[in-house]
């Protein structure tokens, strides 16, 4: 038929060992090697952060939380990625939990994390 628009044609190959995203609000990602393996106290470590995250999302948000949230993720992405957090890392979280120290008294998960963090 002469006025129907060709349609476009798109074939996808071997994709393995490749990072691509399709689409307006596509993102992609690439998670190449293996993960860091991870010892019993930076697994503690890993799960009181993803704890208090949760927690934390369902109090009041203050400057204070969201900062102590944001800090808790980026430790959080950094010891997933590499295996352990940098000590300047987690002496800002052992400022930022100081200054909400009414969030270790009232959250379980805070006063735990201060534990790990040897506060």
């Known amino acids: 038929m002469a006025g129907e628009t060709p349609q476009p044609h798109v074939s996808i190959g071997d ?61 959080e992405n950094e010891v997933t990625r590499t295996g352990s957090a940098d000590e300047s890392r987690l002496r800002r979280l052992r400022e930022l939990l100081t200054d909400a120290a009414s969030l270790t008294t009232v959250l379980a998960s805070a006063g735990t994390l201060a534990g790990l963090l040897g506060m």
């Open 15 to 75: 994709v393995s060992q490749s990072t691509f995203a399709i689409g307006s609000h596509a993102n992609a990602r690439s998670y190449h090697g293996t993960t860091p393996s991870y010892d019993e106290g930076t697994e503690r470590l890993l799960a009181a952060f993803r704890e208090l995250r949760a927690d934390l999302a369902r109090t009041r948000t203050t400057e204070l939380t969201a900062e102590l949230d944001e800090a808790l993720a980026d430790a």
